[in-house]
């Protein structure tokens, strides 16, 4: 099994920056996989945020967080970062963590196989 643990969430004023952390563990977590940040608004299903590949050589964004949201990783810490800049009101929700036992990027969230619990982002306006 893995295990994903987020943190970093919080309160903070539209225009605002705030950096994500997701850290992984257990046996079967291998620095290969796909890892990826999605996000779940109030009243809305959950929706794609960002992917990186294992090697980080391959990364994808949502269109709404383009030029804002840079993804990263640290494979020697299995961890995977979201920094999130120029925060708008919008961008609050539940943010997910999750992996995908492959190397290549997807956004669908049906191949991402373990989820972390999320950590709450909230943007004031």
């Known amino acids: 099994q893995v295990q994903l643990v987020e943190s970093g969430g919080g309160l903070v004023q539209a225009g605002g920056s705030l950096r994500l952390s997701c850290a992984a563990s257990?046996?079967?977590?291998?620095?290969?996989?796909?890892m990826g940040w999605f996000r779940q608004a109030p009243g809305k299903e959950r929706e794609f945020v960002a992917v990186?590949?294992?090697?980080?050589?391959?990364?994808y964004n949502a269109d709404s967080v383009k030029g804002r949201f840079t993804i990263s990783r640290d494979n020697p810490k299995n961890t995977v970062y979201l920094q999130m800049n120029t925060l708008k009101p919008e961008d609050t929700a539940v943010y997910y963590c999750?992996?995908?036992?492959?190397?290549?990027?997807?956004?669908?969230?049906?191949?991402?196989?373990?989820w972390g619990q999320g950590t709450q982002v909230t943007v004031s306006s």
């Open positions: 990186i590949s294992w090697k980080g050589d391959s990364i």
């Open positions: 257990g046996r079967t977590f291998s620095s290969t996989y796909t």
């Open positions: 999750a992996v995908a036992r492959m190397t290549g990027i997807t956004t669908t969230q049906q191949w991402f196989d373990y």
